[in-house]
């Protein structure tokens, strides 16, 4: 179920890529972009669903960006409680932001919007599921330097 979790929080990171690649008045790059993460929410949350009804801990390591280095995740029951209030709230933020902050009538910030927005979400899942201090603080970080373009 980790690598669903894992696989939920990329969907996410990337899904603010159509909106930059394609025009910036183009509604197809917010609608792409919503499809991922509407699809990165469901998969998140049905991982940990998975994980609520009685699946034992998973672990998963990733190679690190320095050489030798490595990053722990982990899915257990508490990590499993925290992830759906994320995806959710982030996954029907991003069907409101349909409408709310529309790609066509704010085309100078709409693109960058959904970018970090999806950069956020997955670091705040990679926050939840980090399974060491290194890969907490990379998690961290990435949520923090998110929110701070966000706004």
């Known amino acids: 179920m980790i ?8 969907l996410w990171a990337v899904s603010g890529l159509p909106g930059l690649l394609m025009g910036r008045r183009s509604m197809r790059g917010q609608w792409a972009a ?15 669903a998975a994980m609520l009804t009685g699946r034992a801990l998973e672990a998963m390591q990733i190679r690190g960006p320095a050489p030798g ?8 029951a508490l990590s499993a409680f925290f ?12 069907i409101y932001g349909l409408g ?3 790609q066509d009538r704010n085309p100078r910030t709409g693109n960058r919007l959904r970018f970090c927005y999806g950069i956020l979400i997955a670091a705040l899942a990679m926050v939840v599921v980090a399974g060491d201090g ?12 998110a929110a701070f373009f966000l706004v």
């Open 3 to 10: 690598i669903y979790v894992l696989l939920a929080a990329g």
């Open 34 to 48: 919503t499809i991922l993460t509407t699809i990165g929410s469901l998969l998140g949350i049905g991982a940990a």
């Open 69 to 76: 280095m490595v990053l722990h995740f982990r899915l257990d």
């Open 83 to 94: 992830l759906p209030p994320i995806f959710l709230i982030g996954g029907l933020g991003s």
């Open 100 to 102: 709310y902050w529309r």
């Open 134 to 145: 290194i890969a907490f603080l990379f998690a961290w970080e990435i949520m923090a330097l």
